[in-house]
């Protein structure tokens, strides 16, 4: 399985401000995944993070809240906008197998919004 | 509503004992199955997929499913102090790559 990075790995924020989370991958892969993982409750994907095309959004998620660069095959990054305490959670980045659908978690970002 | 149902926990069993963990699914389509461990503040990892009905072991570990009453269950034997994890049930209900819907997760705890 690829080694995924991220960083912060956690963060503590004013409401209204916004933060950059960075996720590395160390082999090429074609879509990267933007999960959510919030208090007691289950990991929901953001979006999914292809390459030289705009991020796929989830129902609930918007573009102008959580917006994805995906710049090359090995980088991405999720910016969580305008943020209130509602956006504290962890934050994760995964890559899938390359030939089925096993996922593969970076080792995630813990935000808390004060 | 593409649901995955997980008792929360916890659930606990003394060492050396087998942990049952269930899971329901909504989605009578659904074709892969995951089951991932998350250790407190750490990512989940993946440790079974099953794809047919019937059971899958890889060491202690055994994945069973039955696709006709939605239910797969991960079967730990010789449970271990470390096995104390929160275990994940994620299932892909025919979404794009890498969508998976999960469960909220069972924690396990294994008493030395």
């Known amino acids: 399985s690829a080694v995924i990075s991220q960083k912060p790995s956690r963060d503590i924020c004013q409401r209204g401000t916004s933060l950059t989370i960075q996720c590395q991958v160390d082999s090429q892969v074609t879509m990267m995944f933007w999960y959510r993982q919030q208090p007691g409750q289950s990991l929901t994907l953001i979006a999914t993070a292809n390459q030289g095309s705009e991020a796929t959004y989830e129902s609930g998620f918007v573009i102008d809240k959580f917006p994805i660069s995906r710049p090359n095959l090995t980088f991405s990054t999720l910016t969580v906008s305008n943020m209130s305490p509602e956006d504290s959670s962890i934050y994760l980045c995964?890559?899938?197998?390359?030939?089925?659908?096993?996922?593969?978690f970076g080792s995630g970002t813990q935000l808390s919004v004060l | 509503q593409k649901e995955v149902e997980q008792n929360s926990g916890p659930l606990s069993v003394p060492e050396g004992a087998i942990a049952s963990l269930n899971c329901t699914y909504s989605?009578?389509?659904?074709?892969?199955f995951f089951w991932y461990r998350q250790y407190s503040g750490k990512s989940p990892e993946l440790i079974m997929f099953i794809y047919s009905n019937g059971d899958k072991e890889d060491g202690r570990f055994t994945a069973q499913l039955n696709k006709a009453s939605q239910y797969v269950s991960l079967l730990i034997r010789d449970s271990q102090p470390s096995d104390s994890a929160t275990y994940l049930c994620a299932v892909n209900m025919g979404g794009s790559q890498g969508n998976l819907i999960f469960g909220k997760g069972t924690k396990l705890s294994v008493k030395p």
């Open positions: 989605d009578r389509g659904s074709q892969s």
């Open positions: 995964s890559v899938a197998g390359i030939v089925d659908e096993k996922l593969f």
